[in-house]
């Protein structure tokens, strides 16, 4: 079992900046990779950004690309996502995943938190 615990949402205008991080727990969750995904009111669940917690390679959506960054902390068990240049459009629910793979589709993930809100409004 792995437990996702997301922090760091907030409200911010557009152009500003927030970190979300993501703590994991749990017997194996490093041999997953991590992944954020965001739900925007009336639309459906979509990736963000992946990264293995083996090697770090990481991959992005390309809607973030640019803009957002994630990383992790081994040593924390933590998966950050610094997000940069916020749009209104970034506004939504954001959620941690643990799947095994680097994947962007939703159903490879095993574990998702509980999420974490994000406003871009000025």
């Known amino acids: 079992q792995v437990q996702l615990v997301e922090s760091g949402g907030g409200l911010v205008q557009p152009g500003g900046s927030l970190r979300l991080s993501c703590a994991a727990s749990?017997?194996?969750?490093?041999?997953?990779?991590m992944g954020w995904f965001r739900q925007a009111p009336g639309k459906e669940r979509e990736f963000a950004a992946v990264i293995t917690w083996i090697g770090g390679t990481t991959y992005y959506a390309d809607s973030v690309k640019g803009r957002f960054t994630i990383s992790r902390d081994n040593a924390k068990n933590t998966v950050y996502l610094q997000m940069n240049r916020l749009k209104l459009e970034d506004t939504a629910v954001y959620y941690c995943a643990a799947g095994r793979g680097l994947a962007a589709d939703a159903r490879r993930y095993d574990y998702w938190g509980q999420g974490t809100q994000v406003t871009v409004s000025s």
């Open positions: 749990g017997r194996t969750f490093n041999s997953y990779a």
